[in-house]
């Protein structure tokens, strides 16, 4: 039962007002109202007192209630969860992180080793094809990766990405690198690009201002994108309830 205290003092004091002013011809010895006096003995004001409680406790309740739920509104709408998975999110990183190294060992010029002429001036053609391979096997796998997406941010930087092959297909194809017009993935034909100009191949992929060191910026921001959306994890749901997971359930089972 609830105490009175909890409730308006001045209300409860209504209800009894008449109790002890009341100058009914009824009145006894003591100033009660008799009629009164009889109907508190009757229940008649317990059932009163009951009713008025019932009715305050309700309204607390419901004002209880609706604040509960504008609470729970006002997580759901303030607080974001990732649109993508856990596995998802956790390919992109991984993805973007090797294409991002796969480009640094092509573009970094100082202690390169891939366009490093040998004592008669000449470069190795094989280790320089094979940096290149394993850039384009990258930057495809991070296509397919980040392909898989729902993250605006992440679209938008593997789609600049895109675009700066683009704007570098006519030199790419004139090495051996073609471009897929539909997926926009890299295909490296080796023997053309073993007999291409070692020097137009070093223009596109070695130093600051070279291909492979933009696609590498545009991949190291994916990877960014990806650990910014990761570290919306662990947050609460719609529900009022803690999501150890970015959007779909439990985290381990999602790894599966």
Not at 133 to 150: E, I, W
Not at 159 to 170: D, G, H, L
Not at 202 to 225: I, R
Request: glycine letters at 6%.
């Amino acid at each position: 039962m609830r105490g009175i205290s909890m409730y308006d003092s001045s209300s409860v004091s209504t209800l009894f007002s008449s109790l002890g002013s009341s100058k009914s011809t009824g009145s006894g010895m003591f100033g009660i109202n008799l009629s009164e006096y009889a109907s508190i003995r009757s229940g008649s004001y317990g059932k009163l007192m009951r009713s008025y409680f019932s009715m305050d406790s309700t309204k607390s309740t419901s004002k209880s209630d609706d604040s509960t739920k504008n609470t729970i509104e006002d997580l759901a709408t303030t607080t974001s969860t990732s649109k993508d998975s856990t596995k998802t999110l956790a390919a992109i990183e991984s993805d973007a992180k090797e294409l991002t190294d796969s480009a640094k060992a092509l573009y970094t010029r100082s202690n390169n080793k891939v366009f490093t002429k040998d004592s008669g001036g000449s470069y190795d053609t094989d280790k320089i094809y094979k940096a290149v391979k394993s850039f384009a096997d990258d930057y495809n796998s991070m296509l397919d990766t980040a392909g898989r997406s729902s993250t605006n941010r992440i679209s938008q930087s593997v789609s600049s990405m895109k675009n700066e092959t683009s704007y570098n297909e006519k030199a790419l194809k004139e090495i051996g690198i073609t471009v897929d017009e539909k997926t926009g993935k890299l295909s490296v034909d080796e023997t053309t690009f073993k007999s291409a100009d070692t020097e137009k191949i070093k223009n596109l992929f070695n130093g600051t201002g070279s291909y492979a060191y933009s696609v590498a910026t545009k991949a190291a921001m994916t990877e960014s994108y990806a650990k910014s959306e990761a570290a919306k994890s662990n947050t609460y749901t719609k529900n009022g309830t803690y999501n150890y997971n970015y959007n779909s359930g439990n985290i381990f089972m999602d790894m599966f």
